[in-house]
């Protein structure tokens, strides 16, 4: 059982950046893959960014490539998403996500991920 707590939302002015955080509980943080998802209000959830157990793959949505890093510290039991070069088209709620998995590749299908994450709402101001 896996426990995710999201954190760093807020407001920013389009150009800016912000940093998410998500806090793990349990004892494999690092047997599991890990992503990101948004959900901006009346759109479906999508997929974001995705990082593998071993931290070694990552794998972006077209639409943040070249500004969002996802990364991940297993001794913290933390994943991270730098989020840069914001727009407003940026605005959702962020969730963090994860299934275990030994594979080398991260999914980005969120019917792979069985644990989610409350939520953290990004706003993005033009």
């Known amino acids: 059982q896996v426990q995710l707590v999201e954190s760093g939302g807020g407001l920013v002015q389009a150009g800016g950046s912000l940093r998410l955080s998500c806090a793990a509980s349990?004892?494999?943080?690092?047997?599991?893959?890990m992503g990101w998802f948004r959900q901006a209000p009346g759109k479906e959830r999508e997929f974001v960014v995705a990082?593998?157990?071993?931290?070694?793959?990552?794998y972006n949505a077209d639409s943040v490539k070249g500004r969002f890093t996802i990364s991940r510290d297993n001794a913290k039991n933390t994943v991270y998403l730098q989020m840069n070069s914001l727009n407003p088209e940026d605005t959702a709620v962020y969730y963090c996500?994860?299934?275990?998995?030994?594979?080398?590749?991260?999914?980005?299908?969120?019917?792979?991920?069985?644990?989610w994450g409350q939520g953290t709402q990004v706003t993005v101001s033009s």
């Open positions: 996500a994860a299934y275990e998995s030994g594979s080398r590749y991260p999914s980005s299908s969120r019917y792979d991920y069985n644990y």
């Open positions: 349990g004892r494999t943080f690092s047997s599991y893959t």
């Open positions: 990082i593998s157990w071993s931290g070694r793959n990552t």
